[in-house]
């Protein structure tokens, strides 16, 4: 998704693209055609419902005139209520024939194993990024700097946690700066058996790639990035000396210890947001908002990702990248696409496009522009390349990304409202100033 944006924003500014596709001549154990773009998980593009954040980012893409958002999609959408749903075949098969019939791009069906230094790259490959091609980027970056599982933990939002409930504290006081560091969801004995109950009926997602571990039944998880649901298999106690100990922490409703607690931290990239710590997961994400609303603070909570463990190859982009997408230590290679560390297929498509233009930039030697902080895109590239190297995890595009409104409105609507009027005005002037 992403490659495809970059190229065809590249041929856009008069430049000539070679896009790199190993498909047919080496196979993915998730795709199942050669076509360009396929899409291997859902069909769905996310809401369309106005001043959404989801619809925030489509609509710059529209704005920006990009090829799969704004021509693809709407030639190929099938009915899905508010979502932006295609016919995922011909949506592929219309990428690819619009990419093959462009004199632009040159399209070669072959591996890349390794970046020339004399060209300018666009590193695109996605979560299921070859062997070769992995090892070649962990040369260029460093391999501790190179992730191969993702293990996310869900996000909630900060408005809708229960603060008479949950409580800020860090383990026996201890805070770098003197402040508490947590927000902590207290449980007692019973509810902590009816929690760990529901965790274990969950209805979960099976494994993205089985043929990760071919001939097992089971996926091999690794030890430090455990869903909570094979912890708690392994004991009824085991969550309560893994993520969810209570050890160092008073409740001060009770003046005691809790039985077991759930400690969020502040996602500090992501403003007004936190991070249920150490709580990968594979339910299916209605299960995880029946199951984790149980958790003591958060029957409210609204969810602004969920948790998940799967295969994806992706780069610790705020160690490596800067807001342009370029490397760092070597400026003629941009990332784009779920291996720069964003999630889905809009926010892949999102960072090729930006991608392609500061590429096309640099070879006509011209200044590579950032795209607003404001805007969906410009927020997207600044998680990416300024989140907290430490505790980097992918992300969707959602509001706490972007930046708070000065005086917001109290009603969320109308705030939401603001933030996408605010974001559309600085891409036009964008635009405008760059035109």
Not at 68 to 91: E, M, N, S
Not at 293 to 315: D, K, W
Request: glycine share 8%; with cysteine; net charge neutral.
């Amino acid at each position: 998704m992403a490659g495809c944006e970059a190229a065809w924003r590249v041929a856009r500014a008069g430049g000539r693209a070679v896009l790199y596709e190993m498909r047919p001549v080496r196979a993915t154990p998730a795709h199942k055609t050669a076509e360009l773009a396929e899409l291997v998980c859902s069909n769905s593009l996310k809401s369309e419902q106005e001043n959404g954040a989801p619809w925030l980012l489509k609509e710059e893409l529209r704005r920006l005139g990009s090829l799969l958002i704004g021509q693809i999609a709407p030639r190929t959408r099938v009915p899905a209520g508010h979502a932006l749903t295609v016919d995922r075949d011909l949506f592929a098969a219309e990428v690819t024939r619009v990419l093959e019939a462009d004199r632009a791009i040159e399209i070669r069906r072959e591996e890349v194993t390794a970046l020339d230094p004399e060209n300018i790259w666009i590193i695109a490959s996605g979560p299921l990024t070859s062997d070769a091609l992995a090892a070649e980027i962990g040369r260029l970056t460093g391999s501790q700097r190179l992730f191969f599982y993702d293990s996310i933990s869900p996000i909630v939002d900060a408005e809708s946690i229960d603060t008479s409930i949950a409580f800020a504290a860090s383990r026996y006081g201890k805070s770098l700066d003197g402040t508490n560091d947590y927000l902590n969801c207290p449980f007692d004995k019973a509810e902590y058996e009816t929690f760990l109950d529901a965790l274990l009926a969950a209805d979960s997602v099976p494994a993205h790639i089985p043929e990760d571990n071919p001939g097992e039944d089971r996926v091999n998880y690794f030890e430090a990035c455990l869903p909570i649901e094979e912890i708690a298999r392994r004991g009824r106690d085991t969550l309560r000396f893994g993520p969810m100990k209570p050890m160092g922490l008073t409740d001060p409703r009770t003046g005691r210890r809790p039985y077991a607690v759930v400690q969020l931290r502040s996602e500090n990239a992501r403003a007004g947001s936190f991070n249920l710590v150490g709580f990968q997961n594979h339910m299916r994400f209605g299960e995880q908002q029946r199951v984790l609303r149980m958790i003591p603070g958060l029957q409210n909570a609204e969810f602004l990702r969920y948790g998940q463990v799967h295969r994806n190859t992706y780069i610790n982009g705020p160690a490596l990248l800067t807001p342009a997408l370029q490397l760092r230590a070597r400026p003629q290679i941009f990332f784009a696409g779920q291996i720069s560390g964003v999630e889905g297929y809009v926010e892949s498509i999102a960072t090729g496009l930006a991608a392609g233009l500061g590429a096309a930039a640099l070879a006509a030697g011209e200044p590579v522009r950032m795209f607003p902080r404001e805007t969906a895109i410009g927020s997207l590239c600044a998680y990416v390349s300024g989140a907290d190297p430490a505790n980097y995890q992918p992300a969707n595009i959602t509001f706490d990304l972007l930046p708070k409104l000065e005086n917001p409105p109290r009603d969320r609507k109308l705030r939401h409202a603001e933030v996408c009027r605010r974001a559309l005005a600085a891409l036009e002037q964008h635009l405008y100033s760059h035109a």
